[in-house]
């Protein structure tokens, strides 16, 4: 049996290819910092946002999860009991996400806190703590500093 001849054309494909890291950025590359008021009135909404921003002079690479970036925020009573979380209940698809954050890049996530429990009471005016969470593909994840808030009464 004979084989049929192919003619071989030389040609070549050559991919310039960036080598590509597998590992976290350094724990100091990345800042996650909580931006919410210092008191509120009782029944209004708590705005409240995440910045986690590039703190390096050159691009870092950030790992997320979920299909929209998976974050929490947490709020406790002055006796530390959690109130109220974000994801509580959230079921986070395993999807990783990879930003490159330019040097001084901040990523902006923003939810409000309704001063509802996780059971729907509402929160009674105190004081709380609150700060947030953003899980990766890292052993531990990113958390905020804690931040106090107070519910004034109405």
């Known amino acids: 049996m004979q084989l049929p001849h192919v003619a071989a054309l030389g040609c070549a494909v050559v991919l310039a290819a960036r080598p590509v890291t597998a590992t976290s950025p350094p724990l100091d590359s990345l800042r996650l910092t909580l931006v919410a008021p210092d008191s509120v009135r009782a029944g209004d909404p708590v705005p409240i946002v995440l910045r986690l921003t590039n703190v390096t002079d050159r691009p870092v690479e950030a790992h997320f999860l979920g299909r929209e970036i998976a974050f929490d ?69 990113l958390r905020t500093p804690p931040t106090h808030l107070r519910i004034r009464p109405r």
């Open 73 to 141: 925020i947490v709020v406790a009573s002055e006796d530390g009991t959690i109130l109220w979380r974000r994801l509580e209940r959230a079921v986070v698809p395993g999807i990783l996400q990879v930003r490159v954050l330019a040097p001084g890049q901040t990523l902006e996530l923003k939810d409000a806190w309704r001063q509802r429990t996780s059971g729907g009471e509402p929160a009674p005016p105190g004081r709380y703590t609150v700060w947030g969470v953003l899980p990766s593909d890292a052993r531990e994840p």
